[in-house]
């Protein structure tokens, strides 16, 4: 057990839908970041956020948003949902005041869109 | 640019050695890493290596960096059935410190 909290673990919906997925980081972590796993597209970098603020960026498109609250857990909105958003959707969190960066990975929101 | 890579698959005999292989682009990255996915999991560290060792060893595991030509690889030896896993090279950009960049992972499977 990672400590990282993902809900839901399974979501179906429809195209055009909008959902939120929610992650809470291990205890003390301040670091959350969110990835989308899919089996073409393999792991790719979505966002990160630092103690509420958003630190970085990936290949998050502008219909995907997050947040991170002050009791530090996470939300990523999906809206306007296409087939393509099938996949996995992992949250990590980290501390960092660690160096090495190591990330603590929940265990995913597989998400299906028909 | 960032960009990591990897190849998707590799096939090993029960008790022989596998060796994971990763290329990737930022010469800035700090750490690098590999993490181990199980069916159904997240992700996992499995081990990790700062950017100015050349090598390191964790038992059964050894991590070797190539840093003039960018290529990490990750050698298990003695593999087990357990071992079975897909295997994510991954790097932290110290241009970018906020972002951990995965390669597209390298399903290992074994054979009896």
């Known amino acids: 057990d990672s400590g990282v909290t993902q809900t839901p673990k399974h979501l179906i919906t429809a195209t055009g839908q909008r959902v939120t997925l929610r992650c809470s980081p291990r205890?003390?972590?301040?670091?959350v970041y969110w990835y989308q796993q899919s089996l073409d597209q393999g792991l790719q970098f979505l966002i990160h956020?630092?103690?509420?603020?958003?630190?970085a960026k990936g290949n998050i498109l502008e219909r995907f948003s997050a947040q991170q609250f002050p009791d530090l857990h996470s939300e990523l909105n999906l809206s306007s949902l296409e087939l393509g958003d099938s996949a996995l959707y992992f949250c990590a969190s980290s501390d960092r005041t660690e160096n090495t960066g190591e990330l603590f990975f929940g265990e995913g929101s597989r998400l299906t869109v028909l | 640019g960032e960009d990591v890579e990897q190849s998707l698959f590799l096939s090993v005999r029960e008790g022989d050695s596998s060796v994971i292989n990763c290329t990737y682009t930022?010469?800035?990255?700090?750490?690098l890493y590999w993490y181990k996915q199980e069916p159904g999991a997240g992700l996992q560290l499995l081990t990790y290596?700062?950017?100015?060792?050349d090598m390191k060893q964790d038992q059964r595991l050894t991590v070797l960096l190539n840093k003039k030509d960018k290529h990490l690889s990750l050698r298990i030896a003695d593999t087990q059935t357990g071992d079975s896993a897909i295997y994510f090279c991954a790097e932290s950009l110290y241009s970018s410190a906020s972002k951990i960049i995965f390669g597209s992972g390298t399903r290992l499977s074994i054979r009896p």
């Open positions: 205890s003390g972590d301040l670091s």
């Open positions: 290596i700062f950017s100015n060792m």
């Open positions: 956020y630092y103690n509420g603020e958003e630190r």
């Open positions: 930022d010469s800035s990255s700090t750490y």
